[in-house]
């Protein structure tokens, strides 16, 4: 996480409210870490699903206000990225509009330039951040006033994707996108929390004492989407070696399928993978490795493609921690018994919580 100065804070963030109407404005803690977890996923999915992972943002939890439970989080935005590139293409702006309730222009005009100097700014970030990995891209640096609407504008967005009705979302064809599919799912866990509290009556997302969803409500906005069956052929596995900035670990190795680890990749991009190595984990359970803050892995993992964004990262060795080697990559002939056939790929293509997420 970087280092964060109250000045910055203040320019480069927006706020994400859920307000519990509860009796004596008492909440358990495992609903808070549940819906809070929940939201952090919807966001999570936005920026891998519709921005293709470029923008670069921290999620802050913040103190409730005396006197009732409003829980906050701060969005804290550093690099928009290809953001308003999406904002500016068809789907983009129906899906912005249905969401906030503000035309993609609204946006645009919110940081002083039109939507054509935003969209070119999307696409040269976008194809800045595919150079060789081990050089870190020239992407523009985004004024304090950009990141500012950026933060707004994916608060706003994962608002409405927690807020809107079902009926609502159907009819921006939101559910029903695959690229959806994600966020709505963490939606749907973010309502079971509140159903498993029985002292959750209704909800809110405003800081005002307007709780416009009951009770009665939770339960169809919990519901899970479809995944549609694919029946096209296995997707080939890429191979690569690249350097990791873990930002989120998970040290129980049997917990990687419910929550993954999260870092960024060599391209400054959001990332999410299991480490397959049994080595690596045979060194975690001796305890012998030096864990920092945020820890820096070099890795030799397998992922597949779809379209520009990576799925299915799997670290299949772990060859350096935090700067100390602890193995060599594995041979050819070790990775094809372990994938079958592979492509050797030296550069990442595009990708695209405070808490955790599921396999992407």
């Not at 670290?315 to 060599?328: I, M, S, T």
């Not at 594995?330 to 695209?352: C, H, I, K, W, Y």
């Given at each position: 996480m970087p280092e964060i100065d109250e000045w910055s804070f203040e320019r480069q963030s927006d706020r994400l409210y859920f307000h519990f109407d509860v009796s004596e404005h008492f909440l358990k803690l495992e609903t808070f870490i549940r819906t809070a977890e929940s939201a952090s996923r919807v966001i999570g999915a936005l920026n891998a699903e519709l921005f293709d992972g470029t923008l670069d943002y921290e999620i802050i939890v913040l103190p409730p206000e005396p006197g009732t439970f409003l829980s906050k989080l701060a969005i804290f935005v550093t690099s928009i990225g290809s953001v308003f590139a999406f904002v500016n293409s068809d789907v983009g702006s129906a899906y912005i509009e249905g969401l906030t309730g503000k035309p993609s222009v609204y946006w645009a005009k919110q940081v002083g330039e039109t939507s054509h100097d935003l969209l070119e700014k999307g696409k040269v970030a976008l194809e800045a951040e595919q150079p060789p990995t081990s050089v870190t891209p020239p992407v523009p640096k985004d004024t304090s006033e950009q990141c500012r609407v950026g933060a707004q504008l994916v608060t706003d967005m994962a608002r409405g994707v927690?807020?809107?009705?079902?009926?609502?979302?159907?009819?921006?064809?939101?559910?029903?996108?695959?690229?959806?599919?994600?966020?709505?799912?963490?939606?749907?866990?973010?309502?079971?929390?509140?159903?498993?509290?029985?002292e959750v009556k209704r909800i809110g997302f405003t800081p005002e004492g307007d709780f416009p969803i009951p009770r009665n409500s939770f339960p169809e906005r919990a519901q899970k989407p479809e995944r549609k069956e694919k029946e096209d052929e296995p997707l080939p596995w890429m191979l690569a070696i690249e350097n990791v900035r873990v930002t989120s670990p998970n040290w129980e190795r049997d917990d990687q399928k419910a929550r993954q680890w999260k870092g960024k990749d060599s391209v400054r991009r959001e990332c999410f993978f299991v480490i397959e190595d049994a080595e690596f984990w045979f060194h975690v359970k001796r305890k012998d490795l030096i864990v920092d803050v945020l820890d820096n892995l070099k890795v030799q993992w397998a992922y597949q493609v779809v379209g520009k964004r990576i799925k299915n990262r799997?670290?299949?060795?772990?060859?350096?921690?935090?700067?100390?080697?602890?193995?060599?990559?594995?041979?050819?002939?070790?990775?094809?018994?372990?994938?079958?056939?592979?492509?050797?790929?030296?550069?990442?293509?595009?990708?695209?919580?405070?808490?955790?997420?599921?396999?992407?």
């Open positions: 927690l807020e809107k009705d079902p009926i609502k979302l159907r009819l921006l064809g939101i559910d029903g996108d695959d690229r959806m599919i994600d966020a709505l799912e963490a939606r749907g866990d973010f309502y079971r929390a509140c159903i498993d509290d029985r799997r670290v299949l060795r772990v060859l350096e921690f935090n700067g100390e080697k602890l193995a060599d990559p594995l041979s050819d002939d070790a990775v094809r018994a372990m994938l079958g056939q592979f492509t050797n790929a030296e550069t990442p293509p595009a990708n695209g919580d405070l808490f955790d997420d599921t396999d992407r």
